[in-house]
């Protein structure tokens, strides 16, 4: 996929997620997701802020979380996720075409973020969803990069070979780790509790590691 192709594929899976708690019932959005320390309200909320997170405000953050990115978004995004639900939503599909990407990531690090989130929540509230193959796909090849630093820990796939027959992927060398393209990029990013979809001794070797 070309820089435009995951762009649209980012579009796509916000629109996704947004139908997806558009819906919600307040017990439902204080469920615990699989990102730790985060209910699904905070993802949503995260996600919001994550599609156009405002300058003044992310600097600042910064600036209180001396230059941590990851501890200045989790403030933004728990304080973004005390607003009104239905303006949360209407905010991620406005911004559902937005272009911001971290600085030496690229797009296909909000393609995952995006991606990734939605297991977090759809898993726990046991939601049916999908995502175009194309991009699951381009997601685990970021995932699997040395791009990906914030999304997957140095050295956890270490000599595990991943495949995802659903979308067409295979990286590594190793034993084998198999499954769901989206449950097996949840899994590189770190959501334990997806294991139990995934197959091969590769799996072990994973949890182990969590």
Known sequence: MDDDAVFEAIRRARLTFADLTAGLSADQLAVRSLCTGWSVRDVVGHLVLASNPPKARLLAALIRARGNYDRAMDRLSRAEATRPIPDL???????ATSRFTVAGVGPRGPLTDVLVHTVDIAFPLGLSWSAPPDAVRAGLQFAT???ARAFVTPGRLDGIRLHAPDVGFTHGEGPTMTGPGTELLAALCGRVAVHDRLQGPGAHLLASRA
């Open 145 to 147: 990069s040395g791009r």
């Open 89 to 95: 939503i209407a905010n991620l599909r406005r911004n």
